[in-house]
């Protein structure tokens, strides 16, 4: 296939409002970002396994078969359905999931008919809201301190599963490897100091934008030192067992979810969509700027589609082996990786769809039939899990706080986040509602007290310099 025709899309064959591409028909293939995926994923898309063995009763290799399974759904948004983001989790309201899911039910069969009742109602939510448009009106009508609290009820939920529900499991069980993983990501990711060097040495650069996998590699090499992980490689070809989970998972084997587990689900879901649409007009975002480098490649944002191929997949994975919150729309830190490098020109990357394809179709599904690599990969999951989970509070807290601007709103935040981290979503969200109208008001409200404390501040400076004017 030729590259696409200048100032046009790249080429694709178009059913519906979506647009089906063929890796390598369609796209190429490449290295740096293919590479990025099988050790990234790794990482990252495997981190679900320990909790799929502990909490849901599977074994490994049927852990390893639901990752698979949603590894290649989430692969599937860019070639299936065209979308041009690199796809991803919906990371900050995974602890609030495992938090509503663990303990709320106690049975393996009642957990995944949760999953279940998540996956279908966020399905139908992206479906009505995309469709009709009402999701971009919800979203600006949201309270930006309701919007703080959700964000900062998933990084209070995160470290709470960190440092106390699982603790015994995970980080209590591998201590030093641990704290020495997570101390190596928050500086790559998150130093203020690391991210002057990265403007002066391009290997710096290169490592901070590795994401979790420097953690990953350093817990991989401290660990069998101090005695906390042991390997047992075994060697040969890994099937994922597909229909075994499906008959452990699937409702249409277990039966499908009460009518209570949906309405429970409900609120969750809700939070989850107002998550995922930020995400959504972060990448927008992200691709609007990069676009005006790359006039030669026209990339074509549609709301619907992104909403309508979220709950497609979701359904699927709610139906085949359902954990939410997986099928999400964006990987913010594999999106703008790929980005990156799209923007530098077409001797870079040709298209952006070839950076996406590359990193998450032809990457990713490789690693889930590599026994050894499976094998050595497993004493490290609990690590994996606990980096996923500490990142994502640690930026989901610095984000909540750069919402809410008022002090009154960092109030109503911090009280939301606990209320949703502690209790029921509908009773977070509820309190999260209530203080809302009854501390903060409306939008008017806040502009009346911008413009009051403004007044006030023009007042005193005046005062302040009348009063340096009468002392001299």
Same mark, same amino acid.
């Given at each position: 296939? +030729?590259?696409?025709?200048?100032?046009?899309? &790249?080429?694709?064959?178009?059913?519906?409002?979506?647009?089906?591409?063929?890796?390598? =028909?369609?796209?190429?293939?490449?290295?740096?970002?293919?590479?990025?995926?099988?050790?990234? *994923?790794?990482?990252?898309?495997?981190?679900?396994?320990?909790?799929?063995?502990?909490?849901?009763?599977?074994?490994?290799?049927? !852990?390893?078969?639901?990752?698979?399974?949603?590894?290649?759904?989430?692969?599937?948004?860019?070639?299936?359905?065209?979308?041009?983001?690199?796809?991803?989790?919906?990371?900050?309201?995974?602890?609030?999931?495992?938090?509503?899911?663990?303990?709320?039910?106690?049975?393996?069969?009642?957990?995944?008919?949760?999953?279940?009742?998540?996956?279908?109602?966020?399905?139908?939510?992206?479906?009505?809201?995309?469709?009709?448009?009402?999701?971009?009106?919800?979203?600006?009508?949201?309270?930006?301190?309701?919007? *703080?609290?959700?964000?900062?009820?998933?990084?209070?939920?995160?470290?709470?599963?960190?440092?106390? +529900?699982? #603790?015994?499991? =995970?980080?209590?069980?591998?201590?030093?490897?641990?704290?020495?993983?997570?101390?190596?990501?928050?500086?790559?990711?998150?130093?203020?100091?690391?991210?002057?060097?990265?403007?002066?040495?391009?290997?710096?650069?290169?490592?901070?934008?590795?994401?979790?996998?420097?953690?990953?590699?350093?817990?991989?090499?401290?660990?069998?030192?101090?005695?906390?992980?042991?390997?047992?490689?075994?060697?040969?070809?890994?099937?994922?067992?597909?229909?075994?989970?499906? #008959?452990?998972?699937?409702?249409?084997?277990?039966?499908?979810?009460?009518?209570?587990?949906?309405?429970?689900? *409900?609120?969750?879901?809700?939070?989850?969509?107002?998550?995922?649409?930020? +995400?959504?007009?972060?990448?927008?975002?992200?691709?609007? &700027?990069?676009?005006?480098?790359?006039?030669?490649?026209?990339?074509?944002? +549609?709301?619907?589609?992104?909403?309508?191929?979220? !709950?497609?997949?979701?359904?699927?994975?709610?139906?085949?082996?359902?954990?939410?919150?997986?099928?999400?729309?964006?990987?913010?830190?594999?999106?703008?990786?790929?980005?990156?490098?799209? &923007? &530098?020109?077409?001797?870079?990357?040709?298209?952006?769809?070839?950076?996406?394809?590359?990193?998450?179709?032809?990457?990713?599904?490789?690693?889930?039939?590599?026994?050894?690599?499976?094998?050595?990969?497993?004493?490290?999951?609990?690590?994996?899990?606990?980096?996923?989970?500490?990142?994502?509070?640690?930026?989901?807290?610095?984000? !909540?706080?750069?919402?809410?601007?008022?002090?009154?709103?960092?109030?109503?935040?911090?009280?939301?986040?606990? #209320?949703?981290?502690?209790?029921?979503?509908?009773?977070?969200?509820?309190?999260?509602?209530? !203080?809302?109208?009854?501390?903060?008001?409306?939008?008017?409200?806040? #502009?009346?007290? *911008?413009?009051?404390?403004?007044?006030?501040?023009?007042?005193?400076?005046?005062?302040?310099?009348?009063?340096?004017?009468?002392?001299?």
């Amino acid at each position: 296939m +030729d590259l696409h025709p200048e100032g046009r899309e &790249q080429p694709g064959w178009r059913w519906g409002l979506f647009t089906f591409r063929l890796p390598f =028909y369609h796209t190429r293939l490449y290295w740096p970002e293919f590479l990025q995926g099988v050790a990234l *994923a790794s990482a990252t898309g495997l981190a679900l396994v320990p909790i799929m063995v502990a909490s849901f009763g599977l074994t490994f290799e049927q !852990a390893v078969a639901v990752a698979f399974v949603q590894g290649f759904l989430i692969g599937i948004a860019p070639i299936v359905f065209g979308e041009p983001y690199a796809p991803g989790w919906v990371t900050p309201a995974l602890p609030l999931v495992l938090t509503f899911t663990l303990t709320g039910y106690d049975t393996p069969t009642e957990r995944f008919q949760a999953m279940t009742a998540m996956c279908i109602m966020l399905a139908a939510m992206m479906a009505v809201l995309g469709v009709t448009g009402l999701g971009r009106k919800f979203v600006e009508w949201l309270p930006g301190a309701l919007k *703080a609290g959700i964000i900062l009820g998933a990084a209070v939920a995160s470290f709470k599963r960190i440092f106390l +529900d699982d #603790a015994p499991d =995970y980080l209590l069980a591998q201590p030093i490897s641990t704290v020495l993983a997570l101390s190596v990501c928050l500086i790559l990711m998150f130093s203020i100091p690391f991210r002057a060097l990265k403007l002066r040495s391009k290997p710096l650069m290169v490592l901070g934008s590795l994401g979790l996998l420097p953690g990953f590699i350093v817990a991989a090499v401290v660990g069998p030192m101090v005695g906390e992980v042991s390997y047992d490689i075994r060697w040969g070809i890994l099937i994922p067992p597909v229909h075994e989970v499906w #008959a452990l998972a699937s409702p249409f084997a277990i039966g499908w979810p009460s009518l209570e587990m949906y309405l429970a689900a *409900a609120p969750l879901a809700l939070i989850t969509y107002i998550i995922l649409f930020g +995400d959504i007009v972060t990448a927008n975002e992200i691709l609007r &700027q990069a676009s005006d480098q790359r006039p030669d490649e026209k990339i074509h944002l +549609d709301s619907t589609r992104t909403h309508l191929s979220v !709950a497609i997949r979701n359904f699927l994975g709610g139906i085949i082996a359902p954990f939410f919150p997986l099928q999400g729309s964006v990987w913010a830190g594999g999106h703008v990786v790929v980005v990156q490098r799209w &923007q &530098q020109g077409r001797k870079q990357m040709d298209s952006l769809f070839s950076g996406i394809h590359s990193m998450f179709f032809m990457g990713v599904p490789f690693i889930f039939f590599i026994l050894p690599l499976m094998t050595g990969l497993e004493p490290l999951m609990g690590i994996a899990l606990t980096l996923t989970l500490a990142l994502t509070g640690f930026a989901c807290a610095y984000v !909540a706080m750069a919402i809410a601007e008022h002090p009154v709103e960092r109030g109503v935040a911090l009280l939301t986040g606990m #209320a949703i981290a502690l209790f029921e979503p509908w009773v977070g969200l509820l309190v999260g509602v209530m !203080a809302s109208a009854l501390l903060i008001g409306g939008r008017s409200a806040l #502009a009346v007290e *911008a413009k009051v404390a403004g007044l006030e501040k023009v007042s005193r400076d005046a005062r302040d310099a009348a009063e340096r004017e009468a002392e001299r």
